[in-house]
């Protein structure tokens, strides 16, 4: 083989090899099903009078409300009173933003659980949604022709290049239209070229305002391929939102006040009236009760599919010692820990001193879960942010994950030879009625192979027919493990089609979780400590070092700290997938920008970058979803371009 073709191939290894290492693990993810709703800030308990509070803030609530922890930006607050008619007076439901300046000298804001650059203040504010903010980290390489798609239809096109280096012409498009195209040239102070649009968004004056920048790194000049390496993009929208004080047609029965240090949005028109078991939108956010009516909470719905980090307790601010604490409960941060409003089920806490050197000492890092009976006497326990059927109790437990977990409001219709699929690969077959009603034939199976086939009957004395399927999942005694059951509610007998109506389907997994007091295997450096009323985990072993700007793994949480080092945040991961729980893309929380550039020196291709909406984080679907990719792809095309520059050399 060509020695010069040798030493690229081991190069590509080597430097592919670097870069694989280099790409963050992620924290283990919780996969569910698309729409999914996580839970915010809920209400206190109820007082003699009825009265309870629904308090929200940036820095408590960052899943729902905007936060930036590497910059400890975010300054949204709602606050309303819950009565128990459920209502909330006139003038008595406050949300609040303040703006703040970063770095340079720009003005921001928080709104509606998103970033807004402030193009002019006042008691009138004309505000633009944030769409990309990346740092210098955030590198983008596009051979001369090729484009970098943005967020809302923007996109870099790099034109040209000198060839003696110092100079790029660019091209900035929206919806395919050229918007502005530009030659830029390094500033010899610097040594760096920039590229700045600016445009008229109302604010008035003599300057306009900056719409986007970025900075040119490299301009490369190859023998047959052309290269620039841009970074730090900042953009904002063009379509601007004004909030004038006074107005009350911005959200119907809210009113604005607005003066130059910040905005307020009331209910000054009329009192708000929630209803049970449902979802009312307050401004852009929801708020939800459930279904006795005794819990309010504010909540977020995602419904396009991806991977999402939501940020749930952060840590106080540190004493004269050093030392703040990170503590997690499931009613106060039932987005990361398991938390069911309509049972009020959920006891899971997560307790730790965070000193100065991010250090938590021996012993001081503990995670407590209790169990709970429903009304039917079954006991549960939350795990690790999930619901668990508690299958053998005491020094050692034995706990099985709740797949399903409906009510007979939840109907699914199958038409007999017809399945349903749930989740885990289990599936239920109806396969065949009595034509005179009180009997059906079901199949249980899982990943298509059959585990249980039964014929069931009406209970005469209840008028309702019960599927239920038992297995031995290593509790001992005489009684198995009830696996599955649902309630078959209707069986009908048609002229061309019979069909059955089944709800209430109840499912735990068959892999259970053993957790035996005294283990120190569960988890690296943490011990377990069971009894018959509580399981907890604590680090036993060793004290726990969080480093700055990653994600450490505790138990199946992930605990961030931001890149300053100065706070901490207990967050989850969770993979959202379509109707059928199946992943189909992915998108990243708190995360301005997720970029991929293939760059290909026998083929003309187009480098993506998926912005996703602060407001809702719900990016295109990419081929590369894991940070860090777009650094590999971008080697292995330098690694091309140099391999072709070799052959024309021999």
Same mark, same amino acid.
């Given at each position: 083989? !060509?020695?010069?073709?040798?030493?690229?191939?081991?190069?590509?290894?080597?430097?592919?090899?670097?870069?694989?290492?280099?790409?963050?693990?992620?924290?283990?993810?919780?996969?569910?099903?698309?729409?999914?709703?996580?839970?915010?800030?809920?209400?206190?308990?109820?007082?003699?009078?009825?009265?309870?509070? =629904?308090?929200?803030?940036?820095?408590?609530?960052?899943?729902?409300?905007?936060?930036?922890?590497?910059?400890?930006?975010?300054?949204?607050?709602?606050?309303?009173?819950?009565?128990?008619?459920?209502?909330?007076?006139?003038?008595?439901?406050?949300?609040?933003?303040?703006?703040?300046?970063?770095?340079?000298?720009?003005?921001?804001?928080?709104?509606?659980?998103?970033?807004?650059?402030?193009?002019?203040?006042?008691?009138?504010?004309?505000?633009?949604?944030?769409?990309?903010?990346?740092?210098?980290?955030?590198?983008?390489?596009?051979?001369?022709?090729?484009?970098?798609?943005?967020?809302?239809?923007?996109?870099?096109?790099?034109?040209?290049?000198?060839?003696?280096?110092?100079?790029?012409?660019?091209? =900035?498009?929206?919806?395919?239209?050229?918007?502005?195209?530009?030659?830029?040239?390094?500033?010899?102070?610097?040594?760096?070229?920039?590229?700045?649009?600016?445009?008229?968004?109302?604010?008035?004056?003599?300057?306009?305002?900056?719409?986007?920048?970025?900075?040119?790194?490299?301009?490369?000049?190859?023998? !047959?391929? !052309?290269?620039?390496?841009?970074?730090?993009?900042?953009?904002?929208?063009?379509?601007?939102?004004?909030?004038?004080?006074?107005?009350?047609?911005?959200?119907?029965?809210?009113?604005?006040?607005?003066?130059?240090?910040?905005?307020?949005?009331?209910?000054?028109?009329?009192?708000?009236?929630?209803?049970?078991?449902?979802?009312?939108?307050?401004?852009?956010?929801?708020?939800?009760?459930?279904?006795?009516?005794?819990?309010?909470?504010?909540?977020?719905?995602?419904?396009?599919?991806?991977?999402?980090?939501?940020?749930?307790?952060?840590?106080?601010?540190?004493?004269?010692?050093?030392?703040?604490?990170? @503590?997690?409960?499931?009613?106060?941060?039932?987005?990361?820990?398991?938390?069911?409003?309509?049972?009020?089920?959920?006891?899971?806490?997560?307790?730790?001193?965070?000193?100065? !050197? =991010?250090?938590?000492?021996?012993?001081?890092?503990?995670?407590?879960?209790?169990?709970?009976?429903?009304?039917?006497?079954?006991?549960?326990?939350?795990?690790?942010?999930?619901?668990?059927?508690?299958?053998?109790?005491?020094?050692?437990?034995?706990?099985?994950?709740?797949?399903?977990?409906?009510?007979?409001?939840?109907?699914?219709?199958?038409?007999?030879?017809?399945?349903?699929? =749930?989740?885990?690969?289990?599936?239920?077959?109806?396969?065949?009625?009595?034509?005179?009603?009180?009997?059906?034939?079901?199949?249980?199976?899982?990943?298509?192979?059959?585990?249980?086939?039964?014929?069931?009957?009406?209970?005469?004395?209840?008028?309702?027919?019960?599927?239920?399927?038992?297995?031995?999942?290593?509790?001992?005694?005489?009684?198995?493990?009830?696996?599955?059951?649902?309630?078959?509610?209707?069986?009908?007998?048609?002229?061309?089609?019979?069909?059955?109506?089944?709800?209430?389907?109840?499912?735990?997994?068959?892999?259970?979780?053993?957790?035996? &007091?005294?283990?120190?295997?569960?988890?690296?450096? /943490?011990?377990?400590?069971?009894?018959?009323?509580?399981?907890?985990?604590?680090?036993?072993?060793?004290?726990?070092? /969080?480093?700055?700007?990653?994600?450490?793994?505790?138990?199946?949480?992930?605990?961030?700290?931001?890149?300053?080092? @100065?706070?901490?945040?207990?967050?989850?991961?969770?993979?959202?997938?379509?109707?059928?729980?199946?992943?189909?893309?992915?998108?990243?929380?708190?995360?301005?920008?997720?970029?991929?550039?293939?760059?290909?020196?026998?083929?003309? &291709?187009?480098?993506?970058?998926?912005?996703?909406?602060?407001?809702?984080?719900?990016?295109?679907?990419?081929?590369?979803?894991?940070?860090?990719?777009?650094?590999?792809?971008?080697?292995?095309?330098?690694?091309?371009?140099?391999?072709?520059?070799?052959?024309?050399?021999?």
């Amino acid at each position: 083989m !060509n020695k010069k073709i040798t030493a690229v191939t081991l190069t590509a290894l080597m430097v592919l090899t670097m870069f694989t290492a280099m790409v963050p693990l992620a924290s283990a993810a919780k996969e569910v099903s698309a729409p999914y709703e996580f839970i915010g800030a809920v209400n206190g308990t109820q007082d003699a009078n009825g009265l309870s509070w =629904l308090n929200a803030s940036s820095r408590n609530n960052p899943s729902i409300l905007y936060y930036d922890m590497d910059d400890n930006e975010g300054n949204e607050t709602i606050s309303m009173p819950i009565y128990d008619n459920l209502t909330v007076p006139e003038d008595e439901l406050i949300y609040t933003t303040t703006p703040w300046f970063d770095e340079d000298d720009y003005q921001f804001i928080s709104w509606a659980g998103s970033k807004f650059a402030v193009i002019d203040t006042g008691n009138d504010w004309i505000i633009s949604e944030k769409l990309v903010d990346e740092d210098e980290d955030d590198d983008h390489l596009l051979r001369v022709g090729e484009s970098l798609s943005l967020s809302q239809g923007w996109a870099i096109t790099a034109l040209e290049i000198d060839v003696d280096g110092g100079e790029a012409w660019f091209s =900035l498009t929206k919806d395919g239209e050229e918007i502005h195209s530009e030659v830029v040239t390094e500033d010899p102070t610097e040594g760096s070229i920039y590229f700045t649009y600016e445009e008229d968004l109302g604010a008035g004056g003599d300057d306009d305002t900056e719409v986007m920048n970025f900075t040119v790194e490299t301009v490369f000049a190859g023998m !047959n391929t !052309n290269i620039v390496k841009v970074n730090n993009i900042d953009l904002i929208s063009t379509d601007t939102i004004e909030i004038e004080s006074g107005d009350d047609d911005l959200f119907d029965d809210f009113e604005v006040e607005a003066d130059n240090n910040r905005i307020r949005i009331t209910n000054n028109d009329d009192d708000i009236t929630f209803t049970e078991d449902d979802v009312t939108d307050v401004m852009d956010f929801g708020v939800r009760v459930n279904e006795d009516g005794d819990l309010v909470a504010l909540v977020k719905i995602i419904t396009e599919p991806g991977t999402y980090e939501l940020i749930g307790a952060v840590n106080g601010t540190q004493d004269a010692n050093g030392l703040s604490w990170l @503590n997690a409960s499931s009613r106060n941060n039932p987005s990361i820990l398991y938390y069911d409003m309509d049972d009020n089920e959920g006891n899971e806490t997560i307790t730790m001193p965070i000193f100065d !050197n =991010l250090t938590v000492p021996e012993d001081e890092l503990i995670y407590t879960t209790t169990p709970w009976f429903d009304e039917d006497d079954y006991q549960f326990i939350s795990w690790a942010g999930s619901k668990y059927a508690v299958v053998d109790t005491g020094n050692d437990w034995i706990i099985s994950e709740k797949l399903v977990d409906e009510d007979e409001d939840d109907d699914h219709l199958l038409r007999v030879g017809e399945s349903l699929s =749930l989740s885990k690969g289990w599936a239920i077959t109806a396969l065949e009625i009595d034509v005179e009603g009180g009997e059906a034939w079901f199949s249980l199976t899982k990943d298509g192979e059959e585990i249980h086939s039964e014929v069931v009957t009406e209970d005469p004395t209840e008028g309702s027919i019960y599927f239920t399927y038992d297995e031995d999942l290593g509790a001992g005694g005489e009684d198995d493990t009830e696996v599955m059951n649902f309630t078959v509610e209707t069986v009908f007998a048609g002229m061309n089609t019979n069909i059955v109506k089944v709800n209430n389907i109840d499912l735990i997994s068959t892999d259970t979780l053993e957790i035996e &007091s005294g283990d120190d295997d569960l988890f690296d450096d /943490f011990e377990v400590e069971a009894d018959n009323n509580r399981i907890q985990i604590i680090n036993k072993d060793d004290d726990i070092t /969080f480093t700055e700007d990653d994600v450490t793994d505790i138990m199946d949480f992930g605990v961030r700290v931001n890149e300053d080092g @100065n706070l901490v945040a207990l967050v989850q991961t969770i993979i959202i997938g379509g109707p059928d729980g199946t992943p189909t893309a992915t998108a990243t929380t708190n995360v301005t920008v997720t970029a991929t550039a293939t760059v290909d020196p026998n083929a003309t &291709s187009t480098a993506t970058s998926t912005v996703p909406p602060t407001e809702t984080p719900t990016p295109e679907p990419t081929e590369t979803d894991v940070p860090g990719f777009e650094a590999v792809f971008a080697v292995a095309g330098l690694l091309a371009v140099a391999y072709l520059v070799l052959r024309q050399r021999e």
